[in-house]
């Protein structure tokens, strides 16, 4: 049998949307046909600008720090070794509140029917000329 496994040190981090995504498990990488996963690592103060998924869900759960999710203006606490979902179409914003880098494991199901159309910006990305994780094919 062969198990597609893919190492966090293997993916180069993506800096677009701030803080450092790396998407592991993706259509591209493993072949995956109902969704990605991936990782958020954040310095204290950094964010991953507002956006939403119109097609998917994103689970996120906090390994470690603590995060400040806003979801269409709500703001929600997130620790360590909790989980949230967020819920498609919502927008949702992610800050490192805290004095330590925080990083959240995501999930983002099911998969948007074309690559470009599973993300859109709704604030400035601090890094604009940086193109968005490699997820899907074109």
Request: overall charge negative; aromatic content about 6%; charged content about 15%.
């Amino acid at each position: 049998m062969n198990t597609p496994k893919v190492a966090l040190a293997d993916v180069a981090p993506n800096h677009r949307q701030g803080g450092s995504t790396r998407a592991l498990l993706t259509p591209v990488s493993v072949g995956a046909t109902s969704g990605f996963l991936g990782t958020i690592d954040l310095a204290p103060g950094e964010f991953v600008a507002e956006h939403y998924h119109p097609y998917s869900d994103k689970y996120l759960y906090l390994v470690g720090g603590t995060v400040l999710v806003v979801l269409n203006g709500e703001e929600v606490e997130l620790r360590a070794d909790e989980a949230l979902l967020v819920v498609r179409g919502t927008r949702h914003r992610i800050v490192n509140t805290g004095g330590v880098p925080a990083r959240a494991v995501f999930q983002i199901s099911p998969l948007a029917p074309k690559p470009h159309l599973g993300h859109v910006d709704t604030e400035p990305v601090p890094f604009p000329d940086a193109g968005p994780p490699r997820v899907g094919g074109l």
